[in-house]
């Protein structure tokens, strides 16, 4: 296809990415793009509209999310096949199929009965300012509130260093258009979270994977890197990491924090779940230990409120505020004053604690239940990597084997997986794919994983030759 059949003639009453996103969808839906179609390069895409990459980003991201396209990490943006006949909204809409790949929370933890009390509250307590923009780091009730939260974690900061974001997506893209420029070299946990690696290589950084142990990164090899290589950053998950559910050790979490100093790079920690420990001996966030302000740190509620909410907290050092307050303006102006508000409110006059107790509950018993129940019927064939909490699990396929192609296999058994393919910067040998426990009940995900257990014969049967095929061909 032409750039030409891309051209949009933007409109000031809708957001660009979602004008962008329209008009790729409409391609989709009448066939202009076909299935495997690879889509532009997000840079050359976003110089030829004349808009920020983030812009093509988000338009890209919410494609994927509505299952029009997929990421294929090292080679671009493909439109969805089209031949299983599902759609997003099919699988949101049908209870037939077992979500294992969403990792947003069962509705029934929301708390929605008092967040609405709060949105009214917001509405009667505050004037009309609450539908302004904010000073664009966030309100300052909020923030003071943030500071005495953070302090259940060991995390003693100020309202000054605090930064409102709309999720811990912006986060990571407000950090990275801080500190990464064109060529810079960033540090990634392999694998890691499919977010990030987007974000970062549409900064167009250099993205060095360092492999993750039983107890969290590889300490020696990230000492060998650092040796040769001096990244501006490297971004981490320490508890409960997005895919692998692995967490650090105390002794790798103060080590990264000396290595930072001594080599000076930043960490950036993405903080999701850590309020709970589940069967952890050490849930604290590298961000407690920081005694030389070099972990620049995310706080997500996603999935412990609400994911629809969009709101986060960052803990910034002091000399990268300016900068970070600057690239949040482009990116937004502000977070929904009204959202800050309700989300202030929710916690300084409801139970929250109370809330917090109750997830964890919930999170912990689903955790030790299904991770029982997964070793048991997949143990003895499959690699499970070894976890002490968290939502997810990561799954090893024999050698040979592909997870793409388990994933759609098991798509026509009605059971939705992630491939890990998409968590790596690397994805040739990749046979992992990810389940995830967040959106199912404990009934479903062992019926889910019954199926997966019943049927791994007929696909290795199936996929045995073709998989060998390929792997020949990526030599």
């Known amino acids: 296809m032409e750039f030409e059949d891309y051209k949009v003639d933007f409109s000031g009453n809708e957001c660009k990415y979602i004008q962008i996103y329209n008009n790729i969808k409409s391609m989709i839906l009448e066939d202009k793009l076909n299935s495997n179609d690879k889509l532009p390069p997000i840079r050359k895409l976003a110089s030829f509209l004349e808009v920020n990459n983030v812009t093509v980003v988000k338009a890209y991201e919410l494609l994927e999310s509505d299952g029009y396209v997929n990421k294929r990490v090292g080679s671009g943006t493909f439109i969805s096949s089209k031949s299983n006949g599902y759609s997003k909204r099919d699988l949101d ?55 005495r939260y953070l302090k259940n974690f060991n995390i003693n900061t100020s309202s000054e260093n605090l930064m409102i974001i709309s999720g811990a997506q912006q986060g990571i893209d407000i950090v990275a258009k801080t500190l990464i420029n064109y060529s810079d070299i960033v540090f990634i946990e392999e694998p890691t979270y499919a977010g990030a690696i987007d974000v970062l290589k549409s900064r167009g ?43 650090y050790s105390e002794s790798k979490k103060k080590k990264l924090i000396e ?51 969009r709101v986060g907290v960052m803990d910034i050092p002091t000399e990268l ?40 509950k919930i999170y912990t018993k689903k955790f030790i239940e299904c991770y029982s129940y997964i070793n048991k019927r997949l143990g003895q064939r499959l690699k499970v990597i070894k976890t002490d909490g968290g939502i997810n699990f990561f799954i090893e396929l024999s050698r040979g084997y592909f997870s793409r192609d388990f994933v759609d296999f098991m798509l026509k058994k009605r059971v939705v997986l992630q491939p890990g393919s998409i968590y790596f910067d690397n994805e040739i040998d990749d046979r992992f794919f990810r389940i995830n426990i967040a959106r199912e009940s404990v009934e479903r995900v062992k019926e889910a994983v019954d199926i997966i257990a019943d049927n791994l014969d007929d696909f290795y049967k199936e996929f045995n030759t073709l998989s060998i095929k390929s792997n020949s061909d990526l030599q």
Do not use: C
């Open 93 to 147: 809409e049908d209870d037939k199929f077992y979500r294992l790949d969403s990792g947003n929370p069962s509705p029934e933890i929301f708390p929605i009965e008092d967040f609405k009390k709060a949105i009214n509250m917001a509405l009667e307590e505050d004037d009309a300012s609450i539908f302004n923009y904010d000073e664009g780091n966030g309100i300052s009730d909020l923030k003071e509130l943030m500071v």
């Open 205 to 247: 950084s250099k993205l060095v994977p360092i492999p993750m142990l039983e107890d969290g990164i590889d300490i020696g090899v990230l000492k060998l890197k650092l040796d040769k290589i001096r990244p501006k950053m490297i971004y981490v998950m320490p508890n409960f990491q997005n895919p692998t559910g692995i967490t």
């Open 259 to 309: 290595l930072a100093e001594e080599y000076e790079f930043y960490i950036l920690e993405d903080d999701f779940i850590s309020d709970f420990k589940f069967l952890s001996s050490n849930n604290r966030t590298l961000k407690s230990y920081d005694k030389y302000n070099r972990v620049i740190y995310i706080k997500s509620f996603s999935k412990i409120l609400m994911p629809g909410l």
């Open 321 to 360: 505020m300016n900068r970070a307050m600057l690239s949040k303006y482009n990116s937004d102006i502000s977070t929904s004053t009204l959202i800050q508000k309700s989300l202030y409110y929710y916690m300084d006059k409801f139970d929250w604690k109370k809330h917090i107790s109750t997830v964890e």
